[in-house]
């Protein structure tokens, strides 16, 4: 059964001049038929998902079994605590950048009155972590579409909100947060820009927007552009990002750039082969091996050697941006 689906126009700049780019279909979930289009945007390069589903559609493309509603089932023990382990540094270090007022200068707010923000923030993990560092939970707030997940945390203490952030931004407090995390979600909203000026507005002057998105610059996603790049997620990244794009979103949000890092992204390598082995060579039980939740090798030369490339300067197709927001003259 085919997707109800409909055309829009380019996320970043509104332009509805484009050029087809790449196509592909549902190979991680299999949840209809349809060849999915990746298009190219002529005025500004952004490339987006086109046409779409519709929002109808969004319980059928994210099924029950969906990784990340089953994430500590679905990954491998072992890779599990190793990203708890390297997700301690990174939280550590969002709280680091939210001390100081610049560079250099360290702030007068003490470390428990930070006010952070996770949209898109499941389970929570990463709100729990913040207050393990001393966070208060009263100023730890989690955006999130898994009712279960939002009842949970304010069961807990935290400030959950259920529902996509364009609904329940105006419950929010404004220019209010010191630091506003989007790990893996900008790709999947509907409207980039508009989901970048909330934030925008949410942030306290000197706030910091941190964010990670696949990008378009990688290895594997050229070598795998044309559809298999396990970057696409079709029908379920609607929007896939560069630099240059995401330079622009933070330009019209009137947010300053911080920083660009290049982050690993085995599961993208993984999943590429995974998709060119079964779709393109037919060799089934030889792609079923390209399990980028359970494959404990394969996680580790493919996240070894983007580590590698991003020491040396490359560019991976994972990426962490980081943008503030202007103080107030």
Not at 89 to 115: E, M, N
Not at 124 to 142: C, I
Not at 229 to 235: C, E, K, Q, R, S
């Amino acid at each position: 059964m085919n997707l109800q689906q409909e055309f829009v126009s380019c996320g970043v700049c509104g332009s509805d001049r484009w050029h087809p780019y790449a196509s592909g279909q549902d190979y991680e979930y299999g949840t209809s038929t349809d060849i999915f289009q990746i298009v190219q945007c002529r005025h500004c390069g952004h490339r987006y998902l086109n046409p779409r589903p519709v929002m109808a559609e969004l319980p059928r493309i994210y099924p029950p079994h969906y990784y990340a509603y089953t994430y500590d089932q679905a990954i491998h023990p072992l890779a599990l605590r190793a990203k708890d382990w390297l997700d301690g540094g990174k939280v550590q270090s969002w709280i680091s950048k939210s001390s100081r007022t610049s560079d250099s200068k360290p702030s007068t707010r003490p470390q428990k009155a930070l006010r952070v923000l996770d949209v898109g923030c499941g389970n929570g993990r990463y709100l729990k972590r913040l207050h393990r560092l001393g966070l208060a939970k009263h100023n730890l707030y989690g955006v999130e579409m898994n009712e279960a997940a939002i009842d949970q945390l304010n069961q807990g203490g935290f400030q959950g909100y259920y529902g996509r952030l364009e609904d329940v931004a105006p419950e929010l407090p404004d220019n209010s947060f010191d630091v506003i995390i989007l790990l893996q979600v900008l790709e999947h909203v509907a409207n980039p820009a508009q989901i970048i000026q909330i934030l925008a507005q949410l942030l306290r002057p000197g706030g910091h927007l941190i964010l990670e998105t696949p990008n378009m610059e990688g290895w594997d996603a050229q070598l795998f552009h044309e559809g298999y790049w396990g970057g696409y997620h079709f029908p379920r990244h609607w929007h896939l990002f560069s630099q240059k794009t995401l330079e622009k979103l933070f330009e019209d949000a009137n947010l300053e750039t911080l920083k660009f890092r290049s982050l690993p992204s085995h599961a993208f390598w993984i999943l590429s082969y995974h998709h060119w082995l079964e779709h393109q060579l037919n060799w089934r039980r030889v792609a079923a091996h390209f399990n980028p939740l359970q494959n404990i090798p394969l996680l580790s030369v493919f996240t070894g050697f983007d580590l590698v490339r991003s020491c040396l300067g490359f560019s991976t197709s994972n990426i962490e941006a980081i943008a503030r927001k202007p103080r107030q003259s």
